[in-house]
């Protein structure tokens, strides 16, 4: 069974300076995609970025990127020149390529805060 | 830009009685999904639908738990005998068959069982 590990319950980063939020997983798989979703305080689930398993290189979304390393099941968010609408919780996932199996394994979350 | 929507946004309910979650996916979207957050605590899958029947189900998706397209627009999940540990957010997610790994959220129910 796949797993997701998020072993930073709560971050604090100063406005404007570079934050990295980890992940880790476990899984057999070797076609698989992985995902980080912020919540903010309305709950609502966002998509940030995506990255696909047989790509080796990095995915980036203007200030937020990923460090991606198969090897090492590790699957990183660097969120530069953070800002205040960037306080929320930030939640990594995890989804089989497998045809039929299309659900996220999500894991626990870290809890974001942008201080002024 | 096109957007699941779900209704109601809060849904109280006393325990043991039935509720119904509804959600209008992205209208070209095929494959949808519902979602389990218990506060303070991981999003968990409860379910994926896929051409008028159900694809996968979780564990947490029992006997009480049943979901339904009623028509060509929503999306609906049913909970027969509500419970006090049902008490979550319920997030309904739709997906393209182009690319039917990132999945589009509504912005939840949160259901209350006194």
């Known amino acids: 069974a796949q797993t997701v590990t998020q072993s930073q319950p709560e971050m604090s980063v100063q406005e404007a300076e570079t934050v990295t939020l980890s992940c880790t997983y476990d899984?057999?798989?070797?076609?698989?995609?992985l995902f980080w979703y912020k919540q903010p305080p309305s709950r609502q689930m966002i998509l940030v970025i995506r990255?696909?398993?047989?790509?080796?290189q990095n995915a980036t979304e203007n200030r937020f990127s990923v460090n991606f390393q198969k090897a090492a099941k590790s699957f990183s968010l660097k969120i530069s020149d953070s800002q205040l609408g960037d306080t929320a919780m930030y939640f990594c996932?995890?989804?089989?390529?497998?045809?039929?199996?299309?659900?996220?394994?999500f894991g626990t979350g870290t809890r974001l805060k942008v201080l002024a | 830009e096109p957007e699941v929507t779900q209704t109601p946004s809060h849904q109280v309910t006393q325990m043991g009685q039935e509720v119904i979650l509804r959600c209008v996916p992205i209208?070209?979207?095929?494959?949808f999904y519902w979602y389990r957050q218990i506060l303070g605590q991981k999003v968990e899958f409860l379910v994926s639908?896929?051409?008028?029947?159900?694809?996968?189900k979780s564990e947490i998706f029992d006997d009480q738990f049943s979901v339904e397209r009623p028509d060509g627009s929503n999306f609906t999940l049913k909970i027969r005998s509500t419970k006090l540990e049902d008490s979550a957010m319920y997030f309904c997610?739709?997906?393209?068959?182009?690319?039917?790994?990132?999945?589009?959220f509504g912005p939840g129910t949160r259901l209350t069982v006194l």
């Open positions: 209208s070209n979207h095929l494959y």
């Open positions: 639908f896929y051409n008028n029947e159900i694809s996968e």
């Open positions: 990255q696909e398993a047989y790509k080796q």
């Open positions: 899984t057999s798989e070797n076609n698989y995609y």
């Open positions: 996932a995890f989804m089989r390529g497998t045809s039929g199996t299309y659900k996220y394994i």
């Open positions: 997610a739709s997906s393209r068959r182009e690319a039917i790994n990132e999945q589009f």
